[in-house]
């Protein structure tokens, strides 16, 4: 059975730190990891992986994957109260379909 | 931009009554998916449909029924529902291809009472 596992399932920071979020996958056929970030609405997508070791970046955020150990990291730097969210992460296995496999999020809150 | 749409945000029905949940999306994909979201178990897949009128059963089917008689629509359907479906669902859409991501819906938060 697919598995996705997340950590720490809830986080409590305040404004400026940095804060890392972990995700541990064992998917059939895996193909990709995707991070989505959740407010009070539709999730959000991040990032998508396919390869290890390299690093995806968007402004204060980033990610790696590594594909021998079977995790993946997402890192904000210089956090700001609108981070403050659940962030999902989520393993693509299998078929063409493009089934995913999510984990049980991450509820980050920001404090100022 | 990619919109997935669904009917309801918010939803009360009442024990043993037939619901439907609608989600649309109006970017021509193939893939559309329905997912329930409950605290500290995160998104957990029911059903997922690759074209029109065909389905298939994600991890948690039990109790939910399915229907995608036109490409932009795939339906959600409690034949009768329970306490134990009261829950958050999204759906999703995803063009058939080498990307895996795939677009949300805003949700719809469903009660039974």
């Known amino acids: 059975e697919d598995k996705v596992v997340q950590s720490p399932l809830s986080l409590v920071v305040h404004e400026g730190d940095t804060v890392t979020l972990n995700c541990s996958y064992e998917v059939t056929n895996f193909r990709s990891l995707l991070w989505y970030k959740q407010e009070k609405k539709a999730p959000t997508f991040l990032f998508m992986l396919t390869s290890s070791g390299i690093e995806k970046k968007s402004g204060r955020l980033s990610s790696i994957l590594d594909k021998k150990e079977l995790f993946s990291i997402l890192n904000i730097t210089a956090t700001q109260t609108g981070d403050s969210a659940v962030y999902l992460c989520?393993?693509?296995?299998?078929?063409?379909?493009?089934?995913?496999?999510f984990g049980q999020g991450t509820i980050l809150t920001v404090h100022p | 931009d990619v919109k997935v749409t669904q009917s309801s945000r918010y939803l009360v029905k009442r024990t043993g009554e037939k619901v439907f949940l609608e989600c649309v999306q109006d970017?021509?994909?193939?893939?559309m998916f329905w997912y329930r979201q409950d605290p500290g178990l995160g998104l957990r897949l029911i059903y997922f449909s690759y074209d029109v009128k065909m389905k298939e059963k994600g991890d948690i089917p039990e109790g939910y029924s399915v229907s995608r008689e036109k490409k932009e629509r795939f339906s959600l359907i409690l034949e009768s529902a329970s306490t134990n479906q009261t829950s958050m669902y999204l759906c999703?859409?995803?063009?058939?291809?080498?990307?895996?991501?795939?677009?949300f819906g805003p949700g719809t938060r469903l009660t039974v009472t």
């Open positions: 999703a859409s995803r063009p058939t291809g080498a990307r895996n991501e795939q677009y």
């Open positions: 970017m021509d994909h193939e893939n």
């Open positions: 989520a393993a693509a296995g299998g078929t063409s379909y493009g089934k995913l496999t």
